[in-house]
């Protein structure tokens, strides 16, 4: 290494993703001072405010010389303040005030307090997921040591200040092992059993939850769709690594961060719906991720359905076929995944009350056929399944005399069901189905098809619309424990229709 040189390894934030930065520091005569290069924005312009108090608080003599800083590739944007502790590291390094031994094979992310602290930073789960799969240690503020150790493979070491992470570097002092226990779940999930009654939605619901499909509950004010809806995270197994590093990554990168509490559980987002666009699918000037992303490989619910913006419902149809939403600016463009199950809600009129058996509906056909044109078809068309859900009266309810089945007890034959299908399509839930996995996983007598393609024609449905209901019967097969999918699947299956049937 060249006398007053320095080169220090840290990661960008990019989407997801977490690109290797190299950060250069150079030492020169002249007159003192200290450039930022690279394309850094704002708050890392900053920072060398903050890493000359923060080295001075430390203890160290800052060089008076002339500092040049490249946050190398210089075409990656550079944002927030975790290029801190790497910067003041190579300044230190290249002034030989710390040993440069561990640089090439350790990762530094942090931002610095002006008295010398460390401090948080957001989307450390990538960085230790990146820096683990380089093989390199990865050196994270303190408060971030429960997100770093979700990467159980990764080489994690926690500091307190920048002056633990010198004296670590110099040999003086050991960086603990990142570490995280999982408390217990102090907030455990509603129940599916608090649901009096509705055993054709609750049907639904386990059919819904053991194949992955999307859910559209239509009834009256009250009738428990919002219930229903809450109750489906417990019914779906817990997140396997895999998928669970997949959805802490997006939350990680969020402003909010991360919180370890909610590891491998099941993502619930309910956005209100006067969401805009951009809260929905993600964006601004520069993209971060939207509620389809934290729904990631979980459940997005949109209550009150038609009430969102069309526009903004529209733009969910691409993320929902392909699992993935790319946002580009014109200076910018990020990809995020986005595979998230839909369940939503809606009332059959804008007053709510068509086909109640208790109240009259104040609404013209027009009103009515206006305010379903909201949803338009093809959205409707990647609803696997929608159906009513009645009003239930008080005298109902006293007459239910058996016990309601718990979600333990569903989320049993859930997880049975997913088994059997994951065996046979190779890890894929039916709701992801295409091609001749699906003619395999099916593999329909000619008289079933026939069946089929008859309440196809008389409902006049898509051809999406025909696969979904070939899906959703693959499930209910599934659910029976059965290997061939009958004819009494494929007829379950066509009854979740119900708008097909009003608007056909």
């Known amino acids: 290494m060249k006398k007053g040189l320095a080169t220090v390894l840290s990661r960008a934030q990019y989407g997801i993703d977490a690109p290797l930065v190299r950060v ?76 440069m031994a561990r640089l090439a094979e350790t990762e530094f992310i942090g931002e610095l307090a002006l008295g010398g602290e460390l401090r948080a930073v957001t989307g450390v789960l990538p960085v230790a997921l990146m820096a683990s799969r380089a093989r390199r240690v990865l050196v994270v503020p303190q408060d971030n040591e429960a997100e770093a150790a979700l990467v159980e493979k990764a080489v994690t070491r926690v500091a307190t200040s920048l002056l633990q992470v010198c004296a670590w570097m110099n040999g003086l002092e050991k960086l603990p092992q990142a570490t995280y226990s999982p408390n217990a779940d102090t907030n455990p999930l509603p129940d599916l059993s608090e649901v009096k009654g509705q055993q054709r939605a609750k049907r639904a619901l386990e059919i819904a939850a053991a194949g992955g499909h999307n859910l559209l509950f239509v009834g009256p004010p009250g009738t428990g769709k919002t219930m229903l809806a809450s109750r489906l995270p417990g ?14 990554a997006v939350a990680s990168v969020a402003s909010s961060g991360f919180d370890p509490a909610q590891w491998r559980r099941v993502p619930f987002r309910a956005p209100h719906h006067t969401a805009s666009a951009a809260a929905l699918v993600g964006g601004g000037s520069k993209p971060k991720p939207g509620e389809i992303s934290f729904a990631h490989k ?65 609404c013209s056909p ?7 044109n909201r949803l338009s078809g093809p959205l409707l068309d990647r609803i696997d399944m929608h159906l009513e859900v009645p009003r239930m009266t008080p005298s109902q309810w006293r007459k239910i005399t058996q016990a309601e089945e718990s979600t ?9 069901a997913r088994e059997r299908q994951q065996q046979r399509n190779a890890g894929i839930l039916n709701a992801r189905l295409s091609g001749k996995v699906l003619e395999e996983a099916m593999a329909l007598p000619e008289k079933e098809l026939q069946f089929v393609e008859q309440a196809v024609e008389r409902l006049r449905l898509s051809a999406r ?40």
């Open 235 to 248: 019914l779906l197994p817990p997140l396997d690594e895999s998928a669970a590093l997949e959805s802490a």
């Open 408 to 416: 333990a007890e569903v989320a049993s034959r859930v997880r049975a």
């Open 298 to 362: 979980g459940i997005l619910f949109l209550d009150e359905l038609p009430e969102f913006d069309r526009h903004v419902l529209e733009v969910l149809r691409e993320p929902m076929e392909s699992g993935r939403i790319t946002i580009s600016r014109a200076a910018q463009q990020a990809e995020y995944p986005a595979e998230f199950q839909l369940v939503a809600a809606m009332n059959p009129c804008p007053c709510g009350f068509l086909g109640d058996a208790e109240r009259p509906c104040r």
């Open 24 to 99: 250069e520091v150079h030492l020169s005569p002249g007159l003192p001072g200290l450039s930022l290069v690279g394309l850094p924005e704002t708050a890392v312009k900053e920072s060398k405010d903050r890493v000359r108090a923060a080295i001075l608080n430390a203890g160290f003599d800052f060089p008076q010389k002339r500092i040049t800083v490249n946050l190398s590739p210089a075409d990656l944007p550079k944002e927030g303040g975790r290029f801190d502790l790497p910067i003041a590291i190579g300044i230190l390094a290249a002034a030989g005030q710390v040993d």
């Open 465 to 504: 619309a025909y696969f979904r209901i070939l899906k959703v019967a693959r499930t209910i097969a599934d659910l029976a424990g059965s290997k061939g999918v009958g004819r009494n699947h494929l007829a379950e299956a066509i009854s979740y229709r119900c708008l097909d049937r009003a608007m056909g």
């Open 366 to 372: 027009g009103q009515v056929q206006s305010y379903r």
